[in-house]
């Protein structure tokens, strides 16, 4: 399988893109709803949920690991790459969403670009790091939107408090940065949003969404990569595990992934356990 993780729902829209482009695989989802949201965790603990996440993922079958949140690929998987892998589980891999999104604002030539992104992404500079080397001309302002998340996550995306807080975010962000030609939506969770963000921001910023990238991403490495891809099921078949309330996940991810899923719940418990 190809696996997915996400702290929460946010992952979803990712698999959703992946899904589109790529039908023939067998995809595994995991959301680790009882832990989000990741945003204003610390490192280590992030990197502690993200191996526990990738190790279960593995043991569940799965040859390839998207890490769908952009706060788990700032904080860990380079560690989990150039650490984890080599030791644990040589011959599978795990790839993270930001390096695809850098890609794609190098390739398009943006001048200026905004991140807007959860706290820990904008501490980690990893965007800023990234664009300093694939595109160093463009200048870069990023922007942290602590308070959408959790809206988000518990379905809150219609309430005025979600608009609220998108326009206020927009206006710190284009304070800083007046003339930017797009805004990156660096969150998982806030394609929910994104047809606030497209209302609140200026009509001549695009607004980029993480999905299609990551998607099109994925299909050139399996092309790249036969000696993953062949290892790949092809019955299109799709499993969803969230550690929080599959009732819960079954009623929200619908909004996330485009169509009604049937998750079942696996305890923290029981995915810290397969670690000792
Ligand atoms: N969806 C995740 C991301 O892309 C993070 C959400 C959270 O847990 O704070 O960063």
Known sequence: MIGFFDSGFGGLT???????????????????????PYGGRSSKEILRFTIEAVEYLFSAGCMLIVVACNTASAEALRRVQQD???????????????????????RRRFRSVGIMATEGVVASNIYGEELSVLAPCVKVFQQACPGLVPLVESGRAGDPEAERLVAEYLDMLISRGPSLDAVLLACTHFPLLGDLFKKEAPPSVEILDQ????AVGLQDYLRRHPEIERHLGRQSRRSFVTTGAACHFNDLARRFYGESVESRHDGIGEIVSLLS
């Open 84 to 106: 984890y892998l080599p030791r644990r589980v040589p011959g599978r891999r795990v790839l993270g969403i930001v390096r695809p999104s850098a890609e794609e604002i190098a």
């Open 14 to 36: 990712i698999m959703r893109a992946a899904v589109r482009v790529l039908p023939e695989y067998d995809y595994l989802y995991l959301g680790d709803n009882a832990r989000a």
């Open 211 to 214: 999905g299609a990238v990551v």
